[in-house]
Structures are given as structure tokens and as C-alpha cells.
Nanobody, 122 residues
Framework: QVKLVESGGGLVQPGGSLTLSCTASGVIVDYYLMGWFRQAPGKEREAVSCFSTPTGRKVYADSVKGRFTISRDNAKNTIYLRMNSLNSEDPADYYC???????????????WGKGTLVTVSS
């Protein structure tokens, strides 16, 4: 049974940084596309960044390019999202997703974590 558990969310001031973690069990993260998605109140879930294997391709939403970095630690079966220069457009519930395919879109995910909340406020 696949289980994804996110952590690392919290309250941060504008311009600050956070690192989110997603640890998987029941599956080896190195074998599948995994990514980060977010959903703000009243909005649809959107892709933030994905890490595809075996190509190692990384994709980012335009809104986070240059600010967010996705990475993976195979030994810990964990992916990360380093978020810098957080601003008022970034607050949301952030979800980790896993896909058996190769499309970084919410509808393409086969498994989801329960999410972690990111709040940006002074």
C-alpha cells in the first residue's frame, strides 16, 4: 500500500523560506514521477513542480521558477521542495503526488498525501 506523508509546512514571513518533505512507503520514489501540488482556498489544485524518473527531468510552474527547487533523496525515499522568496501568492495546502505515468498534472496522480499547510504572513 502506497503512503505519502508530507511535512515542513508552517508560517513564514514574506521573503522567507521553507522546505517541504514527502516521505513515501510502499513504493520506491526513484521509479516514478513524483511532484508537489498546491491548492489555495477557492482554487483548483495546481502543479508546482515534478521530478520524473528515469529521465531525471524536473518541471516547474512558471510562478515558482527560480524560487522553488525540487530534489530527492533515494536513500530516505523522500522528495523535497525548497521554497525561497515566498510571497502572497504561495499560501496553500501543499500536496505530494505520485504518478505511474509521466504527466505532471493533478489528474495524472495515482496517489496523494494529506497535505501540509503553508502560510505567508508578516
Amino acid at each position: 500500500q502506497v503512503k505519502l506523508v508530507e511535512s515542513g509546512g508552517g508560517l513564514v514571513q514574506p521573503g522567507g523560506s521553507l522546505t517541504l518533505s514527502c516521505t513515501a512507503s510502499g513504493v520506491i520514489v526513484d521509479y516514478y514521477l513524483m511532484g508537489w501540488f498546491r491548492q489555495a482556498p477557492g482554487k483548483e489544485r495546481e502543479a508546482v513542480s515534478c521530478f520524473s524518473t528515469p529521465t531525471g527531468r524536473k518541471v516547474y510552474a512558471d510562478s515558482v521558477k527560480g524560487r522553488f527547487t525540487i530534489s530527492r533523496d533515494n536513500a530516505k525515499n523522500t522528495i523535497y521542495l525548497r521554497m525561497n522568496s515566498l510571497n502572497s501568492e504561495d499560501p496553500a495546502d501543499y500536496y505530494c503526488g505520485l504518478s505511474y505515468g509521466d504527466s505532471c498534472v493533478p489528474g495524472g496522480m495515482d496517489n496523494w498525501g494529506k497535505g501540509t499547510l503553508v502560510t505567508v504572513s508578516s
